[in-house]
């Protein structure tokens, strides 16, 4: 059965899309793929392109070019038609894509039940409501009782399957009457981070794995935001104005906590010189930051305009 997607473009290592998925999908059908299936063409991707491409007399290069897709896809049509769920950013993409006053469908990945919502407004996330008294009915049987507690949900909007999370606890403004739903809800899409960030919050999870207090710490870093903040001790006069006009105050917040109880000293060194952890350690987040299936959320992100 040849396939029926006309426009099939070029797959080659570090894309992520949904293109990608349906290609991981259809290699798995006819046992070239033996990892999860994402939407990132990573190292186990490309092999299992080659693999494809040598067994079917191919050109062997990699990259899933037309002809592999093709090929491929006549022979595993059904990874054609999957419905791909789609992790997106929410300040390059969800934001402006479900925009304020459309609605969308809701699925809850833990019970599979489905309502409708609408977009009233937000800004680092999506303020929603059911639509109507039954959409809220059925938001409520899912739930049991309102909550604050985050539950992940796909997100159905113009055909597209988007991977979310929610909390049910409805709170503040109501745009929508008639739904019996007292105030609106939040729907929370992927977001973005900083090295800052990222820097600090590395701080913050080494002193937290330690089992007990008092310890005597010394933290080798390369990055001069952190290191001069504290041994500079501007942190804690940031601390004594509530962080006003600082970044990220939800990880410094964070890390003084923690830093409290344990005798911690701070040593800059060089990035990327001669220091062999530290390149080791670099070595360690380029290859988490490239591990795309995996990364976790950082939820604490702000942008730095609204």
């Keep these: 059965m040849p396939s029926t997607l006309k426009n099939y473009k070029l797959l080659e290592q570090e894309d992520e899309s949904v293109a990608v998925r349906r290609l991981q999908t259809g290699l798995k059908e006819l046992g070239y793929f033996s990892g999860n299936v994402t939407s990132y063409f990573g190292s186990k991707t490309y092999d299992s392109v080659r693999k494809f491409q040598r067994a079917k007399g191919l050109t062997v290069t990699g990259k899933a070019d037309i002809a592999t897709q093709r090929l491929l896809f006549s022979l595993a049509p059904d990874a054609e038609d999957i419905e791909v769920i789609e992790k997106i950013n929410w300040f390059n993409e969800a934001k402006n894509l479900f925009k304020i006053g459309t609605t969308a469908k809701i699925i809850d990945v833990t019970t599979g039940r489905s309502f409708t919502v609408k977009r009233t407004g937000g800004y680092n996330h999506a303020d929603v409501e059911p639509i109507s008294a039954s959409d809220t009915a059925t938001m ?39 739904n019996n739903f007292s105030g609106h809800f939040c729907i929370h899409f992927a977001r973005l981070t900083t090295n800052n960030r990222m820097e600090l919050m590395a701080v913050c999870v080494a002193l937290e794995a330690l089992k007990f207090d008092g310890c005597d710490v010394t933290i080798y870093s390369d990055s001069k935001y952190v290191v001069e903040a504290v041994n500079q ?44 952890e530290n390149n080791r350690c670099d070595q360690l987040a380029v290859a988490a930051a490239n591990d795309k299936a995996h990364l976790s959320e950082d939820t604490g992100y702000e942008p730095e305009e609204r």
């Design 233 to 276: 001790r501007w942190v804690f006069g940031w601390e004594k104005k509530g962080f006003a006009g600082k970044k990220n105050p939800d990880l410094w917040m964070r890390f003084l906590r923690i830093y409290r109880r344990h005798n911690v000293r701070f040593v800059w060194v060089k990035g990327h010189a001669d220091t062999v």
């Design 140 to 178: 409520k049987k899912m739930l049991g009782s309102w909550s604050w507690n985050r539950r992940p949900i796909i997100v159905v909007y113009n055909g597209r399957y988007l991977a979310a999370s929610m909390n049910g606890m409805p709170h503040s403004f109501d745009k929508v009457s008639g």
